[in-house]
C-alpha cells in the first residue's frame, strides 16, 4: 500500500475521534472542544498531504483516487451533521452539500462502470473541499477568534464553500456529459 493511501486511511481513522469529541458535553469536558478542532484540523490536513505524496513518489492510484473523495466526505458531511444537531449550521445547507456528493459520486460510478477514466477531482473540486473544511473548523471552534469581534467568518466562508459546491457539481456534470449521453451504456 502506497504512502498516499495510508495517510488517505489515516483521515478516515481519525473521523470517530471527532465525532466523539464534538459529542461530548461541553460543559463538563471543556476541553473536548479543542480536541475536536485539533483532529478536525490534522485530519483535514492529510487531505493536501496524501496527494503531495502521490504525485511526489508518482504512486497516483485509482485505489487513491476513489479512497480520497470517500475519505474527505466521511470528514465533512459527519462534521456537518453534529454541527447541525448543535443548531451551529442550517439543515438547508447540510442538505445541499450531501445532495452534491452523492450526485457527483454517482457521476463518478456512472464513468468508472462504463470503462472511462476515473473522474479525478478539478480545481473547483478541491476550492469547494477546503472552503468547507476551513469553515466547518471555525463553526466546531464556535467562530473563534472571530465571535470576539461579532464577525460571522464561518458563516461567510460557508457561504462561499456553497457556491464552489454548486458551481463544482454543474462543471462535473457539464465535463461528464458525454458519460451520461452515450447510448452504448449497459446497466
Given at each position: 500500500?502506497s504512502?498516499?493511501?495510508?495517510?488517505?486511511?489515516?483521515?478516515?481513522?481519525?473521523?470517530?475521534?471527532?465525532?466523539a469529541?464534538?459529542?461530548?458535553?461541553?460543559a463538563?469536558?471543556?476541553?473536548?472542544?479543542?480536541?475536536?478542532?485539533?483532529?478536525f484540523?490534522?485530519?483535514?490536513?492529510?487531505?493536501m498531504?496524501?496527494?503531495y505524496l502521490?504525485?511526489?513518489?508518482?504512486?497516483?492510484?485509482?485505489v487513491g483516487?476513489?479512497?480520497d473523495p470517500?475519505?474527505?466526505?466521511?470528514l465533512v458531511?459527519?462534521?456537518?451533521?453534529?454541527l447541525?444537531?448543535?443548531?451551529?449550521?442550517?439543515?438547508l445547507?447540510?442538505?445541499?452539500?450531501?445532495?452534491?456528493e452523492?450526485?457527483?459520486?454517482g457521476l463518478?460510478?456512472?464513468?468508472?462502470?462504463?470503462?472511462?477514466?476515473?473522474?479525478?477531482?478539478?480545481?473547483?473540486?478541491?476550492t469547494?473541499?477546503i472552503?468547507?473544511?476551513?469553515?466547518?473548523?471555525?463553526y466546531?471552534?464556535?467562530?473563534?477568534?472571530?465571535?470576539?469581534?461579532?464577525?460571522?467568518?464561518?458563516?461567510i466562508i460557508?457561504?462561499?464553500?456553497?457556491v464552489?459546491t454548486?458551481?463544482?457539481?454543474?462543471d462535473?456534470?457539464?465535463g461528464s456529459?458525454?458519460?451520461?449521453s452515450?447510448?452504448?451504456?449497459?446497466?
Open positions: 500500500m504512502a498516499a493511501n495510508k495517510v488517505t486511511l489515516a483521515r478516515i481513522a481519525l473521523v470517530p475521534f471527532m465525532i469529541f464534538m459529542l461530548l458535553d461541553g463538563a469536558f471543556p476541553w473536548a472542544k479543542f480536541a475536536a478542532v485539533a483532529i484540523i490534522i485530519a483535514a490536513s492529510t487531505d498531504l496524501d496527494g502521490a504525485r511526489k513518489k508518482k504512486e497516483v492510484s485509482p483516487i476513489l479512497l470517500i475519505a474527505d466526505k466521511l458531511c459527519s462534521a456537518l451533521i453534529i447541525t444537531s448543535q443548531g451551529k449550521v442550517h439543515a445547507v447540510v442538505l445541499i452539500i450531501i445532495m452534491r452523492f450526485a457527483v459520486s463518478r460510478l456512472v464513468a468508472a462502470g462504463s470503462g472511462h477514466e476515473i473522474i479525478a477531482a478539478s480545481w473547483l473540486g478541491k469547494k473541499t472552503t468547507q473544511m476551513v469553515a466547518i473548523g471555525f466546531i471552534a464556535d467562530n473563534f477568534p472571530f465571535s470576539y469581534w461579532n464577525i460571522p467568518f464561518a458563516q460557508m457561504a462561499i464553500a456553497l464552489f454548486l458551481w463544482s457539481a454543474v462535473y456534470f457539464k456529459w458525454s458519460y451520461l452515450e447510448k452504448k451504456m449497459q446497466p
